[in-house]
């Protein structure tokens, strides 16, 4: 079984950058897919972006296109999501999730973090 671990979170202003990362430990990604996804307060959990194993396949949410980067190092076993030009409405639990294959679907999903706070200020 895997343990996912996001970090990077914080509070940034508008138009500011953060860099999340999400740690795997117990075994590694392995052959999985990795997405991020993100709840808002009152909302319900929506997807981000989702990276094959090996990179070659790559989804982004349209409210998220240009200006979030998702990305991997199996080495290192980690994911990434660089996120720039940060807006107010990203603000959210983001959360790393991984499944055998590339889906926006976040019940597909197998195991899950237990999610980084993301704060976006005006």
């Known amino acids: 079984q895997v343990q996912l671990v996001e970090s990077g979170g914080g509070l940034v202003q508008a138009g500011g950058s953060l860099r999340l990362s999400c740690a795997a430990s117990?075994?590694?990604?392995?052959?999985?897919?990795v997405g991020w996804f993100r709840r808002a307060p009152g909302n319900e959990r929506e997807f981000v972006a989702a990276?094959?194993?090996?990179?070659?396949?790559?989804y982004y949410a349209d409210a998220v296109k240009g200006r979030f980067t998702i990305s991997r190092d199996n080495a290192k076993n980690a994911v990434y999501l660089q996120m720039n030009s940060l807006k107010p409405e990203d603000t959210g639990v983001y959360y790393c999730a991984t499944n055998q294959g590339i889906t926006t679907q976040g019940d597909k999903y197998d195991y899950w973090g237990q999610g980084t706070q993301v704060t976006v200020s005006s």
């Open positions: 990276i094959s194993w090996t990179s070659s396949i790559i």
């Open positions: 117990g075994r590694t990604f392995g052959r999985d897919a």
